[in-house]
């Protein structure tokens, strides 16, 4: 099994575009059509099977199952809990949409809200996904250098259902972390690493758009210490994080700095966190680990592929970027990885999963190339 | 030419959205159902319009956006005879046959059924008096104007009629030789625009490297014949790979074709340099030198993508060519336009555009400060 000692291993940020069939699936149910258990059990574990085998043709060594069975990266959990029975309620416009109208068009994002106590309508939906990752990485020739599973952090799980039924927010994010451990213990449990979802921890634009930065500071710091308490009984090792803007190709003009929250991420419980570095908002800052200081042991994994763009990014632009992060961090602490997912959620039109795939080749071509300049011979 | 003396100069490729009312004007004109004054009028205050847009973001060389033009390419069917109606299919590029799924563009091409002559050469006096009267307005250091090269007329429109590609080619250099006269004559730096230097994957997919040099090398040629007479530095010559979001996946690399592009007889070299297909590609000028009297206008603004780069970035980008060729030989650019063509809604919403030009011209002043 590879591992970070000899070379560059490389990963994703967990969603790829579904298969054809289970994407009509996840839109027959949304849509409130009766499908059959088996059926979609069956398209998911097909689903899985196929989205990990790609990945590894591809040549990415650490792995996952795409998100295949879920609807999207935050929005599946209204399945799985209760307290979400009200209607959804629509977004506030993010500083972007309000500068750029004629861009944001029409179209309003919803949100959830909770309007009930949250508590596990259906945790079998949890464990068919563990059981669909461990059937599929059974079926690989080659254990994977590290299998992962993604789930929603308490953080987002409220910024994308607020608060409408408990007496105060910190009761809510207090619910939600107890909650939510059951998820994040059973992956655990199953071997993965646990990567939770967090662009709570930087998308202030989306989700509060008229706070000031040392006001929302101080809810990204209770945001990440309902990380840390949620994950207490999980190995440190067994917990990343992926922060980021949105997966959207929007402005992202009003995106916090990295350097404006690098303090508190790295107060994070977990071995690796992953950081947007490949599109030209973020790339810059690659720069802002010159002068932090990382604690031993944590993984950067910073994001050398954009994941909002057909572009296909040479290996070469690939190499460039990793070896400029593993100067600064040290090569054994960095980790190639995706901006954000390929398919944060099921939508009816989908990117071509020949370009994500092409993409990735291109992740782990490059880190290849990386790997030679680094260590010289392999 | 003026160039980065004293600091980083900043200019984009040419093309930039264009207004509502103008995009329906241009398909009545294409359509030969167009009130010509109106027209006009349009495009006058167009030209306006953007050359003050992209004074207020800051941009040191300036252009009419290409506001009258329904394409970078294609507007000279609207100025010349010889072509007849869109009917060639075009051949799949390598990037559409590795990715079925992705889409298809369907094109037809017009062919080149007769002689290629003048028939409107007023278009190009009206273009060059809107960007004068619009530019002696505005704040700026120099105004470009874009005009297409010979092997791009050739790729756009095939040849049906003239003996031989040779043949064809030389004629459309004498006939474009006339707008670019005309375009240095009212001051201008004139841009051609040379897709066909790079763009094996969309016209010759079949071609082998060496091939397909041989194809870009005899464009050269060609084109600096067009060129005779006008002196270099007031000639920019711009390569890219297609202006679309595509996945780019078979692009020639720029070290295959570099030595060939040098041998343009032109004062600056605008080349893609910010999207991830490109991006690394500033490291081939470590190992070959721009020759005296020519300067590069990289990329370091992704022109398909609404993400607005941020100006540390932009900075970083922009030093990272001048550490490599010298900061007076560096002006900052896009990869492509803005607004290729007029019948498509534009990539990138048009205000993010310029504000894209604006981190441009914030990141050039960053640059500035660390490089001087």
Known sequence: MPTNADRILTTHSGSVPRTLR??????????????????????????????????????????????????????????????????????????????????????????????????????????????????AVAGLDQKPAGVFMT????????????????????????TVADVMKREYDAIAQ??????????????????????????????????????????????????????????????????????????????????????????????????VWKDTKVPDGKVIIPGVIDSTTTIIEHPETVAERIVR????????????????????????????PKIVWAKLGSLAQGAAIATKKLWGSN | MKTSIDRILTTHVGSLARPPELVSLLEAQRQGRVDPEGFDEACRQAVQKVVEQQATAGI?????????????STYVRERWSGFGEDQLPMPLTLDEREFPNWGYRNRKLAPCIG??????????????????????????????????????????????????????????AGTLSREYKAITDAGFLLQVDCPDLALRNFWFPDLSIEEFRRVIAENVEVMNSALSGIPPSQVRMHVCWGAGETPKNHDVPLRSIVDILLKADVGALSVVGANGQHEHEWRVWEEVDLPDGM??????????????????????????????????????????????????KPAVDPAIAMAKLRALSDGAKRATQELW
């Open chain 1, 22 to 135: 289970l994407q009509q699936i996840l839109l027959d149910r949304v849509a409130g059509k009766e499908v059959d258990s088996a059926t979609f059990d069956d398209a998911c574990q097909e689903a899985v099977s196929e989205a990990l085998n790609s990945q590894v043709s591809a040549g990415v060594t650490v792995v996952n199952d795409g998100d295949q069975s879920k609807t999207g990266f935050a929005a599946y959990i209204t399945q799985r809990l209760t307290g979400f029975d009200g209607p959804p309620e629509e977004r506030v416009l993010n500083l972007e949409q309000r500068e750029f109208p004629e861009w944001a068009g029409t179209r309003r994002g919803r949100r959830q809200p909770c309007t009930g106590p949250i508590e596990w309508k259906d945790f079998s939906m949890v464990t068919a996904d563990v059981a669909h990752l461990q059937k």
């Open chain 1, 151 to 174: 789930s929603v952090s308490p953080g987002t799980f409220t910024n994308h259902n607020p608060n409408r039924y408990y007496k105060t927010d910190e009761e809510y994010l207090t």
């Open chain 1, 190 to 287: 199953a071997g993965f690493i646990l990567q939770l979802d967090s662009p709570d921890l930087a998308a202030r634009s989306n989700n509060y758009p008229d706070m000031e930065l040392a006001d929302w500071r101080k809810i990204v710091e209770r945001n990440v210490e309902a990380v840390t308490y949620a994950t207490r009984d999980i190995p440190e090792e067994q917990v990343r994080v992926h922060v980021c803007w949105g997966a959207n190709a929007g402005p992202h003009n009003y995106d916090t700095q990295l350097r404006d929250i690098v303090d508190l991420l790295l107060r994070l419980r977990g071995k690796y966190l992953t950081v947007v570095a490949a599109n030209g908002r973020h790339e810059f800052e690659w720069q």
């Open chain 1, 325 to 352: 992060f593993a100067n600064v961090l040290g090569k054994e602490n960095v980790i190639a990885g995706v901006d954000c997912g390929f398919g944060t959620s099921v939508s009816p039109t989908r990117t071509d």
């Open chain 2, 60 to 72: 040191s060389i300036i252009s009419d956006g290409e506001q009258s033009k329904p394409s970078f």
């Open chain 2, 115 to 172: 002689p290629v002559t003048w028939k409107d050469f007023s278009a190009v006096e009206k273009d060059i008096t809107n960007l004068s009267d619009a530019a002696s307005a505005v704040t700026h250091e120099e105004v470009f104007m874009t005009s297409v090269s010979p092997g791009t007329v050739a790729n756009f429109f095939p040849n049906q009629y003239y003996k031989s590609r040779t043949e064809y080619l030389e004629t459309l």
């Open chain 2, 295 to 344: 300067v590069l206008i990289p990329g370091v603004i992704d022109n398909t993508t609404n993400i607005i780069e941020h100006p540390d970035w932009v900075a970083e980008r922009i030093i990272r060519y001048a550490k490599v060729l010298g900061r007076t030989r560096i002006i900052a650019g896009v990869d492509c336009g803005f607004g290729t063509g007029s019948s498509a």
